[in-house]
């Protein structure tokens, strides 16, 4: 079963979620079933990256990590586009725990792959309204059944009040389940000037908005650090 | 037993360590046994503020941290000073914890105290040689070896490479230990212009120099969020 993938570089660190700082590869497949109106990542699914896509087998992918990553790593990071969509992925989590390495993803949880049981860090990151997508909250209450909690984290991108409503009702509907209010990046055009300035004033903002909620105390709230240091540069 | 208490403040984020982005609460306890030369608390220690110490009860702590904070948190983080120089500290735990809250404490790991093994999340982070303190590792071993290891934290603060060799060399005495290695803030003083600017320069510099380190993939590689926001203001 082979895996399409758009890219694999590192190490570098996990700019958000649960495991932010970690030292980590990145392996980002091809393909999604949501088309989010601010996705940072839409060559992954918009066709205008489509001859890029490389057909690969689980050991490919990790020659492909030793090739880049050589001995200095040993946390791996699958995102996408929706890498739940793939099958394949099992074999490459497998592989990269035979050799002693832990594995994170990140998933929308539209979609479950009975390999996600096995992931050491599984993000989940239901879309606000402001993605203009609708999440099925029902598949997602599947999904998350599933899994072993002590692993997953729920992570929800905010813009707005809405966004944060959104927020809000997640949260509540899985109270036990670690929480990350992610700060939206609507700078996704490099040619915006003081970029990490504005990223830290919508930060900021969003801290004020938590805590005078008291609603929301089991939470954590962040930037993605990689935005803040690298704007929207590829491959770091 | 009465607690030296300099501040009570929040809620706000926790900026950095292991629950990096949590909503929290802080109680800062005066007292240290450590003179470190970039301290950002130095006010803890130097007299400069021994007026406004208060001697607290750890019921008077609590209805402090409920006036100010109301119900808008359920996590507290003691810090200082050395917060592991008073016995009392021991209480306040206690009676956060009956309230059904978490609590953090951060400390150097020059002393160990009983209640140290009930904290949720306890950060220990020895000074490197940038602080003109010497760390005891003996004693730091003997603090370790008494603790519930998966509590704790280590945290070690880097200015540069001696610093970095000595964060290296904590890392691989305690190698199953959580280890952060935070970029130091050299800009104590705040009329320095473009302080995020400059302190996301170097926290870039300590990344670079992880990433191509194969003897540091086991880590996470922290900023401290709030002196990228509110550079070195109190209270926040």
């Known amino acids: 079963m082979k895996i399409p993938v758009l890219e694999v570089f590192g190490p570098t660190i996990?700019?958000?979620?649960?495991?932010?700082?970690?030292?980590t590869m990145f392996v980002r497949t091809a393909g999604c079933d949501f088309r989010c109106s601010w996705c940072d990542s839409k060559f992954t699914w918009d066709g205008t990256a489509k001859d890029d896509i490389r057909m690969m087998t689980a050991e490919d992918i990790f020659s492909e990590l030793q090739a880049v990553g050589g001995n200095r790593f040993n946390h791996v990071t699958i995102s996408g586009g929706n890498p739940a969509l793939i099958k394949g992925i099992g074999s490459l989590v497998s592989l990269i725990h035979e050799h002693g390495f832990e594995v994170?993803?990140?998933?929308?949880?539209?979609k479950f792959q009975n390999w996600m049981t096995d992931i050491d860090q599984l993000t989940i990151s239901p879309k606000p309204p402001s993605s203009q997508m609708i999440q099925d909250?029902?598949?997602?209450?599947?999904?998350?059944?599933q899994l072993p909690q002590e692993n997953i984290s729920l992570k929800v991108v905010t813009f707005d009040e809405t966004d944060y409503q959104f927020a809000k009702m997640i949260h509540q509907r899985y109270p036990d389940i670690k929480f990350y209010l992610q700060v939206g990046n609507p700078y996704l055009d490099d040619t915006v000037s003081h970029h990490t300035e504005k990223l830290l004033n919508h930060y900021e903002r969003l801290i004020d908005r938590v805590m005078t909620d008291d609603t929301?105390?089991?939470?954590?709230?962040?930037?993605?650090?990689?935005?803040?240091?690298?704007?929207?540069?590829?491959?770091?």
Chains 1, 2 share one sequence.
């Open 104 to 110: 994170a993803l990140e998933t929308q949880g539209s």
């Open 137 to 145: 909250l029902t598949i997602l209450d599947e999904v998350i059944q």
């Open 216 to 236: 929301m105390n089991q939470v954590f709230v962040t930037p993605q650090l990689h935005t803040l240091l690298w704007s929207n540069k590829k491959g770091v």
């Open 14 to 23: 996990q700019g958000e979620g649960a495991v932010i700082g970690r030292k």
